[in-house]
């Protein structure tokens, strides 16, 4: 079982930038799909971001593309997330994600077995 903690959240204004990093440990498979999610309440759940631990090849929710970058450090076993020109509509709380897998192709449709506790994002106008 992977264990993950997220931590960098917090409030900040519209244009603002964040960075979330994800911390891993357990047993954690040299091959993994790490997710970023984020929910509101009454929405449902959208995909930020995902990494492909073994080739370090990433992909975006169309919300998001061009503005976050998802990245690894594999010595700290840790996955970040930098969110730049942070609009209202970023408000949610995010989530990382693992799946022991070998490709991240269809992350957003295919189940994460492990998850962080989350980590909310305010983005004030």
């Known amino acids: 079982q992977v264990h993950l903690v997220e931590s960098g959240g917090g409030s900040v204004q519209a244009g603002g930038s964040l960075r979330l990093s994800c911390v891993a440990s357990?047993?954690?498979?040299?091959?993994?799909?790490m997710g970023w999610f984020r929910q509101t309440p009454g929405k449902e759940r959208e995909g930020v971001a995902a990494i492909y631990t073994w080739e370090d090849t990433a992909t975006y929710g169309d919300s998001v593309k061009g503005r976050f970058t998802i990245s690894q450090d594999n010595a700290k076993n840790t996955v970040y997330l930098q969110m730049n020109s942070l609009q209202p509509e970023d408000t949610a709380m995010y989530y990382c994600?693992?799946?022991?897998?070998?490709?991240?192709?269809?992350?957003?449709?295919?189940?994460?077995?492990?998850w962080g506790q989350g980590i909310q994002v305010t983005v004030s106008s």
């Open positions: 994600a693992a799946r022991p897998w070998n490709t991240c192709y269809d992350w957003e449709r295919q189940p994460f077995p492990d």
């Open positions: 357990g047993d954690i498979p040299a091959s993994t799909c």
